[in-house]
T-cell receptor
Framework: AQKVTQAQTEISVVEKEDVTLDCVYE???????LFWYKQPPSGELVFLIR??????QNEISGRYSWNFQKSTSSFNFTITASQVVDSAVYFC?????????????FGTGTRLTVIP | KAGVTQTPRYLIKTRGQQVTLSCSPI?????VSWYQQTPGQGLQFLFE???????NKGNFPGRFSGRQFSNSRSEMNVSTLELGDSALYLC?????????????FGPGTRLTVL
């Protein structure tokens, strides 16, 4: 069975602070993909990043960075120098194509509030 | 390139009615997936269509159905609406040739059942 856990339900930070959103996943398959999506108040899920299970390199994109560690089954997301526009709900998701399906298994999301 | 579009954006229905939601994928994308988002259950997969065929299905009752047209546009239908069907319904499209393709989401249709 596949499972994604985002233990942090809500986080509040003051603008310009750094913040890390945690994601822990479970799967028995060796080939899988991990994703992060952002959901602003408008409701649309905005794709941020995709990683496959064979690529453990960390990635940085502007103020965003991701840390993928297979040893701890974690795929954490850090926002550096947070801004008010970063306020949203962030979802971590897992897909396991080896099951013959492409559906995403989502965590419960972390609501980030950046206070000006 | 235009993103995924969903219509209508908001719907209000009463129990027992049926509803049809529409999704137009990104140009060139052949796979369309539907998800239901509720405060209690979170984001749950409904079904996926690829080349007009249902390729995958989640654990929802038969009242939830869908279809895909030759231009890859998809519709989702819910019959005999229940109060618990109130949710944000999100559609996602992907290229579809590979099960690992990234899914891009539309703005959603917010359904309220009274």
């Amino acid at each position: 069975a596949q499972k994604v856990t985002q233990a942090q339900t809500e986080i509040s930070v003051v603008e310009k602070e750094d913040v890390t959103l945690d994601c822990v996943y479970e799967t028995r398959d060796t080939t899988y993909y991990l994703f992060w999506y952002k959901q602003p108040p408008s409701g649309e899920l905005v794709f941020l990043i995709r990683r496959n299970s064979f690529d453990e390199q960390n990635e940085i994109s502007g103020r965003y960075s991701w840390n993928f560690q297979k040893s701890t089954s974690s795929f954490n997301f850090t926002i550096t120098a947070s801004q008010v526009v970063d306020s949203a709900v962030y979802f971590c998701a897992l897909s396991v194509p080896q099951t013959g399906a492409n559906n995403l298994f989502f965590g419960t999301g972390t609501r980030l509030t950046v206070i000006p | 390139k235009a993103g995924v579009t969903q219509t209508p954006r908001y719907l209000i229905k009463t129990r027992g009615q049926q509803v049809t939601l529409s999704c137009s994928p990104i140009s060139g994308h052949r796979s369309v997936s539907w998800y239901q988002q509720t405060p209690g259950q979170g984001l749950q997969f409904l079904f996926e269509y690829f080349s007009e065929t249902q390729r995958n299905k989640g654990n929802f009752p038969g009242r939830f159905s869908g279809r895909q047209f030759s231009n890859s546009r998809s519709e989702m239908n819910v019959s005999t609406l229940e109060l618990g069907d109130s949710a944000l319904y999100l559609c996602a499209s992907s290229l579809g040739g590979s099960l690992s393709d990234t899914q891009y989401f539309g703005p959603g249709t917010r359904l309220t059942v009274l």
